[in-house]
């Protein structure tokens, strides 16, 4: 309207053509929302389930205030704390050898790629359709508006641009956000390193101090160090083997500069394109 043009078309085979495209039309962008979105929101799930994770061991941010805090029932002060519609932290007693092994049991399950492995396959293809649908729908628009130019013509409108531009920024942020949230869950690896060896460091010397006095509690203390001496290289040893992935791609701080340099450069070339449209 703005152009001086009818919304529809200005003829009957214009309206007709363009009527019955609005349903396959919309098909298509849900399903290119669906392919972008979805591996996000699953994303994000994954990434709150490693923060639980952390919380048992280490009690999350009470443990960067008290540093690293047992307790074999739920801890009175994180559900104050905490958001009282959400569920209180449950904060386990590494002492006990049963806990570390029942922890160790919820991460090979949980944590990183172990959780859903065919659905997260299925996500990582769902990403690559994404990002292939982004780079053409970029590049079709810019073959028009070049063959625009060579011929004289305006096919290729304003309007056409301008949604152009805002459906790839539309597709481009999800992209982004799935390789951020999936090197948090990386991260995380790292800190439930450091959780497992603050708590062996300190149950490790609570066994020697009591080797004289409570030789049955020194043994109980020795047999948790030892599992989570081998539960820190079963942490290390996963991140590396089995990290998660984003396009297949290991996620890291390099492949966050490389897709956005690569989705940046989509969007300069196709909001210049917009001055050429607007002739």
Known sequence: AILGRYIFGNSVPEVVYTV???????????????????????????????????????????????????????????????????????????????????????RRVLHGPHFGPVLNLKLQLYCVISFSAYFCTGAALLVGTQLDLQNGSSEVTLDTKIGSVARISFLAMPLVAQVVWAYQINRYSAHHYQAITRALTSIASMAVALQEHEPAKAKQYHESAQLLQALSEEVQATDQASPMRVLFLRAEPALIGLLVSAISSVLILEIQGLQFAGM
């Open 20 to 106: 019955t495209g609005v349903f396959p039309t919309w098909i298509i962008f849900f399903l290119m929302f669906f392919y972008a979105y979805a591996p996000s929101v699953w994303l994000y799930k994954k990434l709150q389930l490693s923060k639980m994770l952390l919380r048992m061991i280490s009690g999350g941010y009470l443990g960067q205030r008290y540093g690293v805090t047992w307790s074999q029932h739920w801890h009175e002060e994180a559900a104050k704390s905490a958001d009282p519609s959400s569920t209180p932290i449950l904060l386990l007693d590494l002492r006990i050898p049963q806990n570390v092994t029942s922890w160790a049991v919820l």
